[in-house]
T-cell receptor, first 114, second 113 residues
Framework: DQQVKQNSPSLSVQEGRISILNCDYT??????FLWYKKYPAEGPTFLIS?????DKNEDGRFTVFLNKSAKHLSLHIVPSQPGDSAVYFC?????????????FGKGTHLIIQP | DAGVIQSPRHEVTEMGQEVTLRCKPI?????LFWYRQTMMRGLELLIY????????DSGMPEDRFSAKMPNASFSTLKIQPSEPRDSAVYFC???????????FGSGTRLTVV
């Protein structure tokens, strides 16, 4: 049973527009959430994270929103750029910021169209 | 730092053969994780080590899978005997402070025919 769900396998967005990637989770013990970005033939790289004590975290063009009551988080990329085309993984941890491992979603393939 | 180094990058083997995947974590990191990526299940945690000691191997799919970390700079994931359903990309990651400090290797793409 998937505890972290990314229901959109792919998403196509025009360059310059906003990209919104969604993630839902079922385990109420998760208290730390992360987004990873993955290019082909490379390992995932850390993008941005958020603790459950916050509802928003911003880093440049990337903002993560957390809605604990809905068990939902989203990643906003504004404006979208061609280099943002990649697979984005949502991940969650129950303690220690992931010191005991992360639970990942299946990923969303973001395609930025020129 | 060269990052997390995995070898080989690609491995093609016949069913029934033993396969050994290798990982060199980032120097100074005290946690090491093995993940498997498949289309059906995404990224799954197989096992992780803390200070070279296996902490949780509940994600290891079967007894055919085993992992070792003989020292702080080296870990192996072994599959014996290998089966076609083991075909996947296997990632190693290391960290010092949990999720934010995670660094993944480039992965080993395993194909069992």
């Amino acid at each position: 049973d998937q505890q972290v769900k990314q229901n959109s396998p792919s998403l196509s967005v025009q360059e310059g527009r906003i990209s919104i990637l969604n993630c839902d989770y079922t385990n109420s013990m998760f208290d730390y959430f992360l987004w990873y970005k993955k290019y082909p033939a490379e390992g995932p790289t850390f993008l941005i994270s958020i603790s459950s004590i916050k509802d928003k975290n911003e880093d440049g063009r990337f903002t993560v929103f957390l809605n604990k009551s809905a068990k939902h988080l989203s990643l906003h990329i504004v404006p979208s750029q061609p280099g943002d085309s990649a697979v984005y993984f949502c991940a969650a941890a129950t303690s220690g910021g992931g010191a005991d491992g992360l639970t990942f979603g299946k990923g969303t393939h973001l395609i930025i169209q020129p | 730092d060269a990052g997390v180094i995995q070898s080989p990058r690609h491995e093609v083997t016949e069913m029934g053969q033993e396969v050994t995947l290798r990982c060199k974590p980032i120097s100074g990191h005290n946690s090491l994780f093995w993940y498997r990526q498949t289309m059906m299940r995404g990224l799954e945690l197989l096992i992780y080590f803390n200070n070279n000691v296996p902490i949780d191997d509940s994600g290891m799919p079967e007894d055919r899978f085993s992992a070792k970390m003989p020292n702080a700079s080296f870990s192996t994931l072994k599959i014996q005997p290998s089966e076609p359903r083991d075909s996947a990309v296997y990632f190693c990651a290391s960290s010092l402070q949990g999720g934010m400090g995670y660094t993944f290797g480039s992965g080993t793409r395993l194909t069992v025919v």
